[in-house]
């Protein structure tokens, strides 16, 4: 087990070469945002935009569109209930992140099946919030999850329901035995989050704290993140994993120095001068 320690952001942080254009940054597709949990989504994406993915659509209920579009034009838009333009969206990205705000009634579960069937191991699926809850409730899904080997973001309750173990039993020990069978990497989100990686590491978190403690706070990590692999993918997977959630926590201490509660949206604000700031070289 290591701590991530801040040296990590210069390391996957670099110097954008010069001769480079939208492309190189990496295409993500954010999936997720019915119509309760519209935000979940626009701050996914937001965060995957503010981390500078070069390009990023948002597959999500037409609802969502006039704000997804007032919040960040950059993002662009896909319908979720169109099959035909999800499995062309999701056959274009090179991430895909699917959950926040997903909800779990059956449209849900049919976006979710349509994803999982058209991702392919060359691609990087990122599972957060209610595609997790859904998939605890589908077993059947796991041969596909194996095959596909995604990053899952639970917090403690959504770990409890896909891995069956108790919040107050939940240890490295466990946990990793779980992991390991999923084929998959585990970013389990709580005070001190820790990362049991597909190699059989674990990276654990000593930064963040309860001025953290806000709805869509795990929606715009997930979003983060999916920019980060995005944009760095040629560098060490592990690593630019810990960067992106070393990044979203200190950007939270960051701002609790002057602030009672750090909002998602005041996070994903700073991140483009704190990327910069903690940039190194080439
Ligand atoms: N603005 C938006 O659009 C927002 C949309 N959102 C979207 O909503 C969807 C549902 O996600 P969800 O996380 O809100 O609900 P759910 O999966 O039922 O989990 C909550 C249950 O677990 C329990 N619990 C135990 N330990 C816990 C822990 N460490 N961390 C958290 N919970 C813990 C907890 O216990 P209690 O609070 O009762 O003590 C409660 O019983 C999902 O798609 C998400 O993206 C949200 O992001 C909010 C902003
Ligand atoms: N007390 C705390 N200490 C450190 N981090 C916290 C604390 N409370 C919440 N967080 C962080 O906030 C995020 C919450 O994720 P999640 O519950 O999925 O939020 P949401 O689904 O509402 O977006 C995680 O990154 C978690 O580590
Ligand atoms: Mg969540």
Known sequence: ????????????????PLESHKGNFGRVLTIGGNI????????????????GAGLVTCATSMNNLTSLHTIVPEAMYIDYQSDFLLIDAITRADILLIGPGLGTDTTSLQILQTVLQNTSSQQLLIIDGSAISLISLHHEFF??????????T????????????????QDDVKNTLFQQQLQSTVILKKHHTT??????????????????????????????????LAQFKLKHYEHVIDAAVYTHSAIAKEL????????PTDIINEIQRFMQENSGGI
């Not at 309760?36 to 981390?51: N, W």
């Not at 674990?202 to 309860?210: A, N």
């Open 256 to 263: 609790s120095n002057n602030k009672y509660v750090v909002l």
């Open 36 to 51: 309760q949990f519209g935000g979940a989504i626009i701050m996914a994406t937001s965060a995957a935009v503010h981390c």
């Open 195 to 228: 990362i049991y990686h597909r190699d059989g590491s674990i990276s654990k978190l000593q930064i963040g704290g309860p001025f953290m403690a806000t709805g869509g706070m795990g929606d715009t990590l997930a979003g983060i993140i999916a920019g980060f």
């Open 1 to 16: 087990m290591h701590i991530i320690e801040k040296k990590i952001l210069n390391q996957i942080i670099t110097t954008r």
């Open 154 to 169: 639970p917090h403690q309750m959504e770990w409890e329901r896909l891995s069956g173990i108790k919040i107050s039993v």
């Open 143 to 152: 041969p596909l999850i194996k095959k596909i080997h995604p990053i899952f």
